[in-house]
């Protein structure tokens, strides 16, 4: 069945460094989510993206969608500690929609 | 707006007792999910209704776990006889068409840990 695989599992850094989580499906997706869950919170939405190559930006996130529509990547620049949390992606394909097991990022002050 | 409603925030019962949880989704939001949260991994889709009917239930364990959304607002998810395995964080979502309509974010609750003793 369809697979969503999201690495890393975990990272941790130092307040100002880079991160980057990656997801990659086993089906070429229609669109994909992505969310952060802060501790003990729920999953909040973060953005879509739907077409072939696509990248979006908001403020020191940078989001991009495979050119094959089949993975995709979260990137932070220069993170914070207010950052911290887990972040998901949400593949839909093939009538399925499946979350990625999440990357927990903690930053380091 | 307000946001999507759960009750209870906490549940503690016994294995093989029964325990219902509530959703109140975002007015206007015809579709609306429940996900089961395994602590340290992702949402797990139990059931998708849009309006009052069912979606997708595929990975419902439909013999112990029941949903209903009647009046295709308020929706209740139900175990009946619960196991350990079902320790979890219960998570209502809500969204304004289905996903597949490629332009509709999910709005989650703050959902209802449970624990099965």
């Known amino acids: 069945g369809q697979q969503v695989m999201q690495i890393p599992q975990y990272q941790h850094v130092q307040e100002g460094e880079d991160f980057t989580t990656y997801c990659n499906s086993s089906t070429t997706l229609s669109n994909i989510q992505w969310y952060k869950q802060r501790p003990g919170g729920h999953p909040v939405f973060l953005i879509q993206?739907?077409?072939?190559?696509e990248v979006k930006k908001q403020k020191r996130l940078t989001f991009q969608f495979g050119e094959a529509k089949k993975n995709s990547s979260l990137h932070i620049t220069a993170t914070q500690t207010t950052d911290v949390g887990t972040y998901f992606c949400?593949?839909?394909?093939?009538?399925?929609?499946?979350f990625g097991k999440g990357t927990k990022l903690s930053v380091k002050p | 707006e307000a946001g999507v409603a759960q009750s209870p925030r906490y549940k503690i019962i016994e294995k093989r007792q029964s325990v219902a949880f509530w959703c109140n989704p975002i007015?206007?939001?015809?579709?609306l999910y429940w996900y089961q949260q395994i602590l340290g991994q992702g949402p797990k889709l139990l059931i998708q209704?849009?309006?009052?009917?069912?979606?997708?239930d595929s990975q419902l364990p439909k013999d112990r776990f029941s949903a209903e959304r009647l009046k295709g607002v308020d929706s209740t998810l139900k175990i009946q006889p619960a196991k350990l395995e079902d320790s979890a964080v219960y998570l209502c979502?809500?969204?304004?068409?289905?996903?597949?309509?490629?332009?509709?974010?999910?709005?989650f609750g703050n959902g209802t840990r449970l624990t099965v003793t």
């Open positions: 209704f849009q309006n009052n009917g069912v979606v997708d």
């Open positions: 979502a809500s969204s304004l068409s289905p996903w597949q309509a490629n332009n509709s974010p999910l709005h």
């Open positions: 993206l739907v077409k072939s190559g």
């Open positions: 007015s206007g939001h015809a579709t």
């Open positions: 949400l593949g839909g394909s093939q009538g399925n929609l499946i």
